[in-house]
T-cell receptor
Framework: EAQVTQNPRYLITVTGKKLTVTCSQN?????MSWYRQDPGLGLRQIYY???????DKGDVPEGYKVSRKEKRNFPLILESPSPNQTSLYFC???????????FGSGTRLTVV | SQQGEEDPQALSIQEGENATMNCSYK?????LQWYRQNSGRGLVHLIL?????REKHSGRLRVTLDTSKKSSSLLITASRAADTASYFC?????????????FGKGTLLTVNP
């Protein structure tokens, strides 16, 4: 089944403790993105990647890192999480730059 | 930054009725897409309409695009309780190197049985 898999689905962590949210797609898609969704603010792009080793900042990249060492994986790294990064995170992939996205099921992160 | 703005923010209808949601955007686009999100879950891509298209159908969905007015509408016909969800429009800007997909804040549709 074609899908984007994120892990974990839920995560509660403490301020400053590094964490990684994994994302993997099995559709051989070129493009991958990370979004965060917050009430009243909608979905905002954090980082995106157009291919292996090609990544760039989205609208809200501060406090996040990404890497794209393989086509299928696009992990999101929070080096020193803070409470304002409490949010619902989505990874998404698409075949090309103008296609629709396939979204993962989301990761609900709480930083205390 | 938000590109699309959906209207209304919330819509409540009875099963069997049609639901219409509107989206306005600000800059030139390559295409416009509609997504559905059930509460707290991932978004599902519904339909994509290119800037040179005016209308598109997919099952009970009909999307229109008016680039002169920078607006789009999503019509769901013969709605069902299972259509209850948030609906988002998203635009892919033309030009540039990012082709970023920018989302509006969504319309919450409630279909009452």
């Amino acid at each position: 089944e074609a899908q984007v898999t994120q892990n974990p689905r839920y995560l509660i962590t403490v301020t400053g403790k590094k964490l990684t949210v994994t994302c993997s797609q099995n559709m051989n898609h070129e493009y991958m993105s990370w979004y965060r969704q917050d009430p009243g603010l909608g979905l905002r792009q954090i980082y995106y990647s157009m291919n292996v080793e090609v990544t760039d900042k989205g609208d809200v990249p501060e406090g996040y890192k990404v890497s794209r060492k393989e086509k299928r994986n696009f992990p999101l790294i929070l080096e020193s999480p803070s409470p304002n990064q409490t949010s619902l995170y989505f990874c998404a992939s698409r075949r090309n730059e103008v296609d629709g996205y396939t979204f993962g099921s989301g990761t609900r992160l709480t930083v205390v | 930054s938000q590109q699309g703005e959906e209207d209304p923010q919330a819509l409540s209808i009875q099963e069997g009725e049609n639901a219409t949601m509107n989206c306005s955007y600000k800059t030139s686009i390559n295409n416009l897409q509609w997504y559905r999100q059930n509460s707290g879950r991932g978004l599902v891509h519904l339909i994509l309409i290119r800037s040179n298209e005016r209308e598109k159908h997919s099952g009970r969905l009909r999307v229109t695009l008016d680039t002169s007015k920078k607006s789009s509408s999503l019509l769901i016909t013969a709605s069902r309780a299972a259509d209850t969800a948030s609906y988002f429009c998203a635009t892919v800007s033309s030009g540039g190197s990012n082709y970023k997909l920018t989302f509006g804040k969504g319309t919450l549709l409630t279909v009452n049985p």
